[in-house]
């Protein structure tokens, strides 16, 4: 695929990505104003915060060149350090998959799929 047919495929997921991101953004500010449900603000805020940080984590070895593969050690530096580590993108797609997760997690409670009850008995609430 060249770059004249790629480059429009990116943009729709980017654009993809930004809708699935705002609709978690949106969903977990809402739930400022709706507390009947089961996932309340903060809940959700936390569980959003703790899955993006292991999410980070999971990607940014992803694509990673080592000064030492492009033979562009910099005196003084680590040979391991990346050339360029992608920060942004990578900042990205941790995000979208996030918010992405977040969105299964939000729905698995609110429509009761899952009975934390009957998972960790009746003390749990």
Known sequence: MGDAAGRPVQVYLRYAGIFVSALALIILFAQLFVTSGEVGFVEGLVVYLISWWIVIFAVLP????????????????????????????????????????????????????????????????
Do not use: C, Y
């Open 62 to 125: 992803l694509r990673i060149t080592g000064q030492h593969e492009a033979g562009e050690i910099v005196d003084g530096t680590d040979p391991g350090a990346p050339v360029d580590p992608r920060l942004k993108q990578k900042a990205f797609i941790t995000t979208v998959v996030t918010s992405v997760l977040w969105l299964v997690f939000f729905a698995v409670m609110e429509l009761g799929l899952v009975d934390l009850n009957a998972l960790w008995g009746p003390e749990f609430q």
